[in-house]
């Protein structure tokens, strides 16, 4: 069965710094991809970033136009766990933070871009960004 535990979550001043971790289990010797998604109150879900265990190009990190340059997605593969790292936050990153990982076919632009289709997901974190 597969599980995701998300950690890391809290309040920072605008232009601070958060790690969110994501430890998943469950998959066994299989390749998955992994990601984090957001939303905000009001507002549809976000993908954020995505990387997959996949030893090729589509396993890559890809990263929304929103965040780009600011965050950065890892993964440490003998611990199963992934990590968001976001600098310079914005106040308009605010919201709730979920990790989210699936075995699907495709790269992770796909996983990122494809929600509805991914399986498994973390309880979420919240990121608080104040100004």
């Known amino acids: 069965q597969v599980h995701l535990a998300e950690s890391g979550g809290g309040s920072v001043q605008s232009g601070g710094s958060l790690t969110l971790s994501c430890a998943v289990s469950?998959?066994?010797?299989?390749?998955?991809?992994m990601g984090w998604f957001r939303q905000a109150p009001g507002k549809e879900r976000e993908g954020v970033a995505a990387?997959?265990?996949?030893?090729?190009?589509?396993?890559?990190?890809y990263y929304a136009d929103s965040v780009k340059g600011r965050v950065t997605i890892s993964q440490d593969k003998a611990k199963n766990t992934f990590y968001l790292q976001m600098n310079s936050l914005k106040p308009e990153d605010t919201a709730m933070y979920y990790c989210?990982?699936?075995?699907?076919?495709?790269?992770?632009?796909?996983?990122?871009?494809?929600?509805?289709?991914?399986?498994?997901w973390g309880q979420g974190t919240q990121v608080t960004v104040s100004s």
């Open positions: 989210a990982a699936d075995d699907l076919y495709g790269n992770a632009w796909y996983f990122l871009t494809a929600p509805s289709k991914i399986n498994y």
């Open positions: 469950g998959f066994g010797y299989r390749n998955y991809f």
């Open positions: 990387i997959g265990t996949v030893g090729t190009s589509d396993g890559a990190p």
